[in-house]
C-alpha cells in the first residue's frame, strides 16, 4: 500500500538531485518516509483529513529545508 507513495516520493526527490536543487545524498529510505508519517501524524493528532494546505506546509517548512543542498 505505501510503496507506490514512497516510489514517487523518491522520484521526485531524483529529479530535484538531477537538477541541482537537492542533495546528492538525500536518497535514504527515512527521506521517503517523512511525508506519509507526517500525513498519518497530522490524522490522528489532528483528528481530521489531511488536506492540500497542509502538504503544501509540510513540503515548505520541511521536506524543502531537510533537502536543501548545503552550502
Known amino acids: 500500500m505505501t510503496e507506490p507513495c514512497e516510489r ?3 522520484d521526485v526527490v531524483r529529479r530535484g538531485i538531477a537538477r541541482g536543487e537537492t ?3 538525500a536518497t535514504g529510505e527515512r527521506v521517503v518516509d517523512v ?3 507526517m500525513m498519518m501524524y497530522l490524522h490522528k ?3 481530521r483529513d489531511v488536506e492540500e494546505k497542509d502538504m503544501v506546509k ?3 517548512q520541511l521536506m524543502l529545508p531537510l533537502l536543501r ?3
Open 8 to 10: 514517487l516520493i523518491g
Open 23 to 25: 542533495r546528492s545524498e
Open 35 to 37: 511525508i506519509p508519517a
Open 45 to 47: 493528532v489532528g483528528g
Open 58 to 60: 509540510v513540503v515548505d
Open 69 to 71: 543542498p548545503r552550502g
